[in-house]
C-alpha cells in the first residue's frame, strides 16, 4: 500500500523535475499552483501523523478533553486568514523574512528572521522524523526504526531535491486526498455501526465506563484538572491559534498561488479540509471507545502484523511501550495511539488496517517534505543569497545552494532523529509552536500595521519571543518533571505577550526614520497588491 | 517600475480618499472579526477550566454543553470563513480599480 504511494509519488517527481532548475520554480512551483490546489497542499501540510493517531487515540481515551485539541487546530486558520495570507503573498518573494525586512531593511533583522524559520523548522522536523520510529515500531515492530527514518528521509529528500516545490505540493495533495478518505470511510463506518443514528452514537459514547465512575467521555476534566490545567490549556490555545499564523511551512505555501486573492482561496479550501478531518477525530475516537472498546485498545496495544510479532517476542513488548512514550505519542495507562489502526481492523478488516498504516507514513513524508523546502529557502535565500552575497550571484548559483541546503538539512534530521530517537521529543511541537507565535507573529503584525515600528524593535521582539520560549520550555514540566521552575506545559501564555512587549518597547526607545517612510509603500502594496511579485 | 527608496509617489498614494476608504473599511471587518474569533475560542478552555458543572450538563440527548461548544466553534469558523470571503470581494474589486488607475498613470508618464 505505502509502496503505491511512493511509485505515484515518485512519478511525480519525476515530471517536475524539469521545472525546478530556477529559484522560482525550485521555491515557489513558478507561483502557478491554484487555489484549490494549494488549499488540498496546505492541509497536507498541516495535519501530522501525530494528529491522525494521536488525537483519535486522546479522544478514544478522554473524549471531550481529546476533542479540544481537534478545536484549536482548525480555528487557528481564521489568524492565517484575516491577518497573514494576503499581505504576505502582496509584500514576500520566498520568505517570510521578506514580509519582515521589507520595510525593516539590514541585514539585523532578515538574519534573525531566517534564524527563527530554522530553529522553528528544525524542531518541528525533528518530531516528525523521530515520530516514524514510533510508528514503525507500533504498526510494524519487524521492522528497525533507523531503517525507517533512513527510508522515510531518503525519500523526502529525492521530493525535495529533485520536484521542488511542485513535487512537494503534489506529494502533500495527495496524501491529505489519502488520510481524508481513509478517516471518512472510517466515520462512515462507524455510524453504520450504529444504523447511522447520532443519537445511538453519542448515546453509547456517553455509556462507555471511565475511570472515576461518575463522568462520562462528553464531559470535560477527565484529562485537565483544576486551574493549572485551565492554564495550560489556554496557554497551549494561544500558542495554537497565533502560532500558526506564524509556522514558516505553511505561510511558504501562499508564495506558490499567482495572487492574493488565489491565498485567500487556498485558505477557504484548506479549512473546509481541515476542519472536515478534525470533525471526523470525533468519529474515530468515540467509536474506537464504544466499538473496540478502551480496554482492548489498552490491552491489544499492536495492530496488524504487530500482534502476531509480540505473540512471538513478548520481551519486546515493553521496549517498545517506552520508545512510542518517549517520541511524542502520549502513553497513559496504556498506549492510545492504536484507537484508529484497531477501529480499522474491527469496522474494515486487514486491508483498511493496512491502508491506515500507509497513510500514517505518507502523512509524516509529506509533512517533513514541506518543513526541509522551508528551511532551504531560509538558508539559500536568506543567508546566503540576501545576507553573504549580497544578491549577487546567479541563478545556477541560487538552487545549487538551495538543494545543497536540503540536502545538508535532510542529513542533520535524519541522523539528529536516529540519535534522539530513545527521548522524549513531544514538547518540540509546542515548542516549534510557541516560537512561532512569540517571536515571529508579534513582528509580522506590528510590521504590517505600525507606522513607528523600528528594526531595533524588529529584533528585540523576535530575540525576546525566542529565547523567552526556549528558556521556559527548559524549565517547565515537560524537560525538569516535577522539580519544574515554571508550571505550564506551554510557554505561549507568557512568551507571547514577552516578544510583543519586546517589540514594542524597543521600537519606543529608537527612532527609525527609514522604516517610517516606507510604511507608506508597505500599507499600499500589502493592501492592493500593487508591484506584487509574479 | 517604482522601486523602494522614492518615497513620494507611495506617500501620495497612501494619502488618496480612495485607498484610505479601502483601508479602513478593510479594517473595520479584520480587527473585530479576530478579537470576536480570538474570544469565542479561548472562551471553550476557559469556561471548562472554571466551570466544569455547567459545562458537564447534557443539553442535545447525552450531548454536554461542553462538546455543543466545541463543535460549534467548527460551526463559527466555517461562518466567519464564509464572512470575510463575501466582504472580501468588495475589497478586490476596489483594490483592482486603484491598481488599474495606478498602471495607467505610469503609462502616460511613460509617454
Known sequence: MFAIFVGITLVVTYWASGQSGTSRGFYTAHRRIGGLQNGWAIAGDYVSAASFLGITGLVAFYGFDGFMYSVGWLVAYLAVLLLVAEPLRNIGKYTIADLVSFRLRGRGVRAIAALSTLAITLFYLIAQMVGVNAIVNLLLPRFEGVIAIVVVGVLMLVYVLFGGMLATTWVQIIKAGLLLLTALVLSVLVMKHFNFSMGNFFGAAAAVPVAGGASNLLRPGLLFHGTLGALNLVSLGLALVLGTAGLPHILMRFFTVPSAKAARTSVAWAMVLIGIFYLTTSFMGLGAATIVGKEHIGRRMYAGQAIRYIAHHPERETTLNSQLAHSGYIVPESDSNLAAPLLAEQVGGSLLTAFVAAVAFATILAVVAGLTITASSAFAYDVWFSLVRNGRGDETEHVFVARATALVVGALAIALSIALRGFNVAFLVGLAFAVAASANVPVILLALSWRRFARFGAITGMLAGLISSLALIAVSPVLMGSHAIFPLENPGIVSIPVGLAGAILATLLARDRESEAMFDQLQVRATTGIGAEV | ?111
Open chain 2, 1 to 111: 517600475m517604482r522601486h523602494q527608496g522614492e518615497s513620494t509617489p507611495w506617500q501620495a498614494l497612501a494619502a488618496e480618499p480612495e485607498f484610505r476608504a479601502l483601508l479602513r473599511s478593510r479594517r473595520r471587518f479584520v480587527v473585530p472579526a479576530t478579537v470576536f474569533f480570538i474570544a469565542y475560542y479561548l472562551a471553550l478552555p476557559i469556561s471548562v477550566g472554571w466551570f466544569p458543572k455547567t459545562m458537564s450538563r447534557p443539553v442535545l440527548g447525552p450531548l454536554t454543553v461542553a462538546y455543543c461548544f466545541a463543535l460549534s466553534q467548527f460551526a463559527m469558523a466555517w461562518a466567519l470563513l464564509a464572512l470575510y470571503l463575501w466582504r472580501a470581494r468588495s475589497f478586490d474589486v476596489h483594490a483592482a480599480k486603484i491598481r488599474r488607475r495606478e498602471t495607467r498613470e505610469v503609462l502616460e508618464q511613460k509617454r
